[in-house]
């Protein structure tokens, strides 16, 4: 399969390719904390902002403070961007004395139980749910889960499938999509580090975050530190990338060992794990006490991703149906936009994906996984460094040798995919005078922005984060041309949650077996 599909990137796929890629789609997930005075907010899931469980474009991620928006995939991505804008507004004029928190670590915490865990109601479905994010708690802390972030979802137009680059694959059309997007998620791990030194906007830590001293740490004020060349301590062992996940190791090869790997890791008791239930006699403290509960717990840098709509688990909607898009989770929140992500970096990025489609992606060799860790966790606590070194094919090469190296192939690529403008060219150039200039940074420019204003790391958040609710305050319903379909949405997915919980008629036991079961 592999060679198949390598032998057909190998032809001119500039032509062939053109008038294609520029009509991939892109779809926005952006996590942000509701608070209130500096602390994370105790109250519910606004009721105005719809049903967490049924709500298509607001719903809740681990905790009930912790909102989810999520964007329809669209070919025009200023029109996404508007729309995540437009979500923005309603939930803003929707909020009382809340602000949405600006930045992916998350506000000063004192115990974890300040953090309140996601509900979704009595529905068989919602338990499910909650029961998961309490397997969740307990395995990796509160704390850690209450980090947020942007996932970028991104697809090829179905068109590319039908194209002569692929129309003498004697193979499936499946399998022909399958095997191309995990050719590309293999190249998206390979230079994921440039993500992360790009994107990466969490070079500060609160003190909670440590559970033992760490002098490597530097104090930025009372409640908070920093490394001084990090980018992104979010995807650092300090947050989600923590020893306890990076233990586990999924094949991302093929579809079927990756599908073979998460069902393997959600059949397989954990030692550690299956304590858990023991010392939570009182509720039920997770779904299983498995290496997974469920294969969403699988947190990677990328995941291939199904777009079949429905209460099935994962691995089976990509048995059935095969990947149909990457969902790119390694975005910090980018704390210089209103809703975390910018043009710049959606132009870039989709430049970047689109190159990691069109160029071979080798099978991993194990030596390679281990530089790509290696990799990812040195840009991620010290990327900023002037002389950082990186691993490369077994050889070590500067951070910013090879970083201008992929700017080089991706300026052909902007090319086919600037049309009439000029809009992806400049963008990937100015990337070059980030790599070229650390300062230029996210994380670099946050902690220059701490620095000359004078003013915590946690006041700087509440700054921003009521700035920009200002902002949308100061809109018309009218200016929202999504607020209609908005607010027709909250109020349905109150129906349909209802529904739901009006029809259950198995019992919580014969849901969950079914679940495993499909």
């Known amino acids: 399969m592999v060679s198949d599909f390598n032998k057909c990137i190998e032809k001119n796929i500039f032509s062939e390719l053109k008038d294609l890629l520029r009509f991939s789609k892109v779809g926005f997930e952006k996590e942000s904390l509701r608070v209130i005075n500096s602390s994370i907010s105790q109250h519910?899931?606004?009721?105005?902002?719809?049903?967490?469980?049924?709500?298509?474009?607001?719903?809740?991620?681990f905790s009930e403070a912790q909102l989810e928006l999520v964007t329809p995939p669209l070919n025009d991505k200023i029109k996404g961007l508007?729309?995540?804008?437009?979500?923005?507004?309603?939930?803003?004029?929707?909020?009382?004395?809340?602000?949405?928190?600006?930045?992916?670590?998350?506000?000063?915490?004192?115990?974890?139980?300040?953090?309140?865990?996601?509900?979704?109601?009595p529905s068989n479905l919602g338990v499910f749910k909650q029961i998961y994010r309490n397997g969740l708690s307990h395995r990796y802390g509160r704390m850690m889960q209450a980090i947020s972030g942007v996932h970028y979802n991104y697809s090829v137009p179905d068109s590319i499938w039908q194209s002569s680059l692929f129309k003498n694959m004697?193979?499936?059309?499946?399998?022909?999509?399958?095997?191309?997007?995990?050719?590309?998620?293999?190249?998206?791990?390979?230079?994921?580090?440039?993500?992360?030194?790009?994107?990466?906007?969490?070079?500060?830590?609160?003190?909670?975050?440590?559970?033992?001293?760490?002098?490597?740490?530097?104090?930025?004020?009372?409640?908070?530190?920093?490394?001084?060349?990090?980018?992104?301590?979010?995807?650092?062992?300090?947050g989600y990338q923590n020893t306890r996940r990076k233990k586990l190791e999924v094949s991302i090869n093929s579809i079927a060992e990756y599908v073979s790997d998460l069902r393997k890791a959600t059949n397989t008791a954990h030692s550690e794990f299956a304590k858990i239930q023991k010392k939570n006699t009182n509720f039920q403290a997770q779904i299983n006490e498995n290496i997974l509960q469920i294969d969403d717990e699988y947190y990677a840098v990328a995941r291939a991703k199904s777009k079949i709509i429905s209460d099935q688990r994962t691995t089976s909607k990509l048995n059935q149906g095969g990947v149909d898009f990457i969902e790119l989770r390694s975005l910090d929140l980018n704390p210089f936009s209103r809703i975390g992500i910018d043009e710049e970096t959606t132009f870039f990025l989709e430049t970047l994906l689109a190159y990691c489609?069109?160029?071979?992606?080798?099978?991993?060799?194990d030596d390679e996984i281990k530089n790509i860790n290696y990799n990812d966790a040195l840009v991620a606590t010290q990327g900023r460094e002037p002389r950082l070194d990186l691993l490369k094919d077994g050889e070590t090469i500067s951070l910013k040798d090879w970083g201008n190296q992929i700017i080089d192939n991706l300026l052909p690529i902007a090319a086919v995919l600037d049309s009439n403008k000029n809009q992806y060219t400049e963008v990937v150039d100015q990337m070059r005078e980030k790599i070229n200039d650390a300062n230029q940074t996210l994380s670099g420019r946050l902690l220059d922005k701490i620095a000359n204003n004078n003013m915590s790391f946690i006041e700087l958040g509440e700054s921003i984060g009521e700035k920009n609710k200002k902002h949308y305050l100061n809109l018309?319903?009218?200016?929202?041309?999504?607020?209609?379909?908005?607010?027709?949405?909250?109020?349905?997915?109150?129906?349909?949650?209802?529904r739901l919980e009006n029809k259950d008629g198995e019992s919580f036991e014969s849901f969950v077996e079914n679940y495993f079961k499909y």
């Not at 519910?44 to 991620?61: F, K, M, Q, R, V």
């Not at 979500?87 to 953090?115: G, K, Q, R, T, Y």
């Not at 990466?200 to 490394?227: V, W, Y």
């Open 170 to 238: 004697e193979i499936d059309s499946k399998r022909v999509r399958s095997a191309a997007y995990f050719n590309m998620l293999r190249n998206i791990y390979r230079i994921n580090w440039l993500i992360l030194y790009l994107f990466g906007a969490s070079p500060t830590i609160t003190r909670n975050f440590l559970t033992e001293d760490n002098h490597s740490f530097q104090q930025l004020d009372k409640q908070t530190l920093f490394l001084p060349y990090a980018t992104s301590l979010r995807m650092s062992n300090f």
């Open 476 to 498: 018309n319903q009218s200016d929202n041309p999504n607020w209609n379909l908005l607010e027709k949405e909250a109020i349905d997915s109150h129906n349909q949650q209802k």
């Open 44 to 61: 519910p899931h606004p009721e105005l902002l719809g049903s967490a469980l049924c709500n298509h474009y607001i719903t809740t991620d």
């Open 82 to 121: 508007r729309f995540l804008e437009d979500v923005h507004h309603f939930i803003s004029c929707n909020l009382e004395d809340e602000i949405l928190w600006p930045f992916s670590m998350p506000v000063a915490i004192n115990a974890e139980e300040e953090i309140p865990i996601a509900y979704y109601g």
């Open 357 to 365: 489609f069109i160029k071979q992606g080798q099978h991993f060799t």
